[in-house]
């Protein structure tokens, strides 16, 4: 059985960070492209970063230099760490197995995606 468990997330203030590990099961974790997306409450949903399996990482461009996505392969484990947050960073971030195309094409599948963690970026 897949499982994604992403956990991190929380309060902070703008100006802050918080640090997104999500932790993988049931499938072969260092074979495959891991994704984190976003959506803020009644809006839709965002991409923010992927890694692939030999470690290159792309970044929406609001992200770039802000956000950095990591993984340990030895732990099954994608991070994202977020620095520099604001209120608009504001939202559930999700982790899912595969690229950008799985996003799309299995929204919220619980086989591919993790239940999300909520940020909030608030003074």
């Known amino acids: 059985e897949v499982q994604l468990v992403e956990s991190g997330g929380g309060l902070v203030q703008p100006g802050g960070s918080l640090r997104l590990p999500c932790v993988a099961s049931g499938f072969t974790f260092s074979n495959s492209t891991m994704t984190w997306v976003r959506q803020a409450s009644g809006k839709g949903l965002v991409w923010v970063a992927d890694i692939y399996s030999d470690g290159s990482s792309y970044y929406a461009d609001s992200m770039k230099g802000r956000f950095t996505i990591s993984r340990d392969n030895a732990k099954s484990t994608v991070f994202l760490q977020m620095n520099s947050l604001k209120p608009e960073d504001t939202a559930v971030y999700y982790c899912?197995?595969?690229?950008?195309?799985?996003?799309?094409?299995?929204?919220?599948?619980?086989?591919?995606w993790g239940r999300g963690t909520q940020v909030t970026v608030s003074s």
């Open positions: 899912v197995i595969g690229g950008l195309h799985t996003v799309i094409q299995r929204p919220f599948d619980p086989d591919y």
